[in-house]
Every structure is written in C-alpha cells, then in structure tokens.
C-alpha cells in the first residue's frame, strides 16, 4: 500500500539491471498536462534497449521508470487542459522517453495532446497494447504513402508488431496485402489477412515477378531494416513506387530505388515526444484508428501469458527471447 500522494513504480538503476519497485511521489498535471491512473503499460523492444542503455535516441537516461505504452483513467487535469473529464478512459504512447517518467507505474502525466479515448470494444489490456506499434504502421502507410484501394502493398516484416498492424491498416483501406517473414510465421500473417512470402526461399526478383507480374508493389514499408530495406527498394513498383521504413537508419544505396522512379519516406515515431512538436498528430491517428478498431477492422493480437508490476521483469525477459506470441502488456 502507498498513501495518497505517492504511487508504486518500477525503476532501473543500471544498464541491465533489475527492475526495483520502489514508492515514488505521485506526479502533478502542469498546464497542458493530465495525470492519468496507468491500468495497463506496453511493452516494446525499444523498452529493452532503454533498460540494456542502447538507445541514445530515446534520450532516456538511467535511473528511470520505463515504459511508452499506456492505458488508463484520467485522474486529473492541469491548467489549459480542454476535453477531458475525470474517468476518461484513454490509451496513449505518451512517456519513458526523454527525461519522462514510464509507464511502469500507477500514475503517470502526460501532454493531453498524445491523449485519446480507449476503444469502446478494447479492454485497457489490448488497448495499451497499440499506440506505439499503432502510430507507427499509420505514420507510414497513411501519412506518407497515402495508401488506397486497388493498391498492392508489401509489407517486410508481417508478423511482427508492427508488421501486424500495417497488414490490417492497409486492408482497411482497401490495398491487396502481401507479407514477408519466416515460414513459422506464416500462420500469423495469414491470419491477418496477407499473402505470405517466405523471404528466406524466395528472391526479392522472384516474388515481384510472381505476385506483380515483375512491375513492383506500389507501397513497401519495412519494419526490418538492413539487407531487408535494400530488397524494399528493389521491390517498388516502377514509375511511382513508394517505400517506407521504420528502421532506415544503415548505409544504404538508393541506386535500384532511382533506376525504378521510386521515393523512399523515413518514419520516426518518437519525434513529437522528443521535440514536443506534432503531439496533436499522435492524438489524431489514435482517435482515427480508434473507429476501424471499434469497427472490428484492426485488433490486437496479444500474448495469452499476463503480466503485473511484480512480474513485469518476466514480461521483458518474454520479449528478449522473440518467444513472445503477439504483443506483451503489465498490468497495473
């Protein structure tokens, strides 16, 4: 138990380290700002590299509460802040990252801008499960490639967080879907709805030629990065092409992008939160994708095992394995 003005929380001392429940005091909403009750935290892969003191993009320093991931109830409001009551139920990606408490916590403030209501069909398990992988797959296929019907879209990487989402967003909005990954992963990909590419036995050429009659895909996001990102832009259609990454950060030659007229976008979730400019568009695609999951036309697909504060170290040992089937959540 903790008294009123203060709250349970996870923090990491070291590169590596345990994660240490400890009693911090309970934030207090600024202008701008709503103090949220976490009911459930997101776990993410950039949330191990945070804890293993490998992601200097994050600007997350140790000692910290981590966590990006949120759902939950607000709790209350700070000055200026406009739409929101107590007890909205809301889901957002809104902290652990540049000097921001995680939420690995009972309590969390958040810029009311990052905020949007919970779907109505989502339990705050499922919910807090989205934002990041959510806003990410949306930045990419909505924001940049404009994807529509009738188009054919790749995605590289199918099966994982990512991946999962953009397959079912680019059905939703009416492309032909295909997808890469492993042949263990075919079951996953298939269930969402796309046309599985085994990348390991089939050459980039060969599944171009196959499923696109050698002209290339009109949207290609990578979720993958390295020798996968080199394929994408052999795998763009000519005269028009798009191709996305998440993970575009190597050495890489636009040569085969060039010789087909293709155009390449870099994604960067985490920008708006570390520059504090663009919030409003998080909170956008969030309440957007809320009415396609109210719809039933994207949902979560979620590991069966649960996790809470106490046993949250279990959860991110879960996700270093890659044993994780589907996406991981602390519940609080």
Known sequence: MTDSLN???????????????????????????????????????????????????????????????????????????QGWRARDEVYALATGIAGKQ??????????????????????MRAAA?????????????????????????LIQGGAGGVGQVAVQLAQAFGAQVFATGSAGQRSIIEAGGATFIDYRQTPVEDYVDRFTAGEGFDIVYDT????????SFKAA???????ISCLGWGQHSLAPLSFRAATYSGVFTLLPLLTGKGCEQHGEILRQAAALIEAGRLRPLLDPRRFTLETAGQAHEL?????AQGRVVVEI
């Open 7 to 81: 709250m349970l929380a996870l923090m990491v001392d070291t590169p590596d380290g345990p994660l240490r429940l400890v009693s911090l005091q309970r934030p207090v909403p600024g202008p701008g700002q709503v103090l949220v009750r976490i009911k459930a935290s997101g776990v993410n892969p950039l949330d191990i590299k945070i804890r293993a003191g490998q992601a200097a993009h994050a600007r997350q320093l140790l000692p910290a509460v981590l966590g990006l991931d949120l759902a939950g109830v607000v709790e209350a409001l700070g000055e200026g802040v």
């Open 224 to 231: 993958v990065g390295g020798e996968t990102l080199d394929a």
């Open 129 to 153: 499960s989205l934002p990041l992988v959510l806003i990410t797959a949306w930045e990419g296929l909505v924001d940049r490639a404009r994807v529509g019907a009738g188009q054919k879209v």
């Open 237 to 243: 259609r000519l005269y028009g092409g798009h191709v």
């Open 102 to 123: 995680g939420s690995l916590a009972e309590y969390a403030v958040v810029d009311a801008r990052l905020l949007a209501r919970k779907p109505a069909n989502l339990d």
């Open 319 to 323: 996700l270093k394995s890659k044993a």
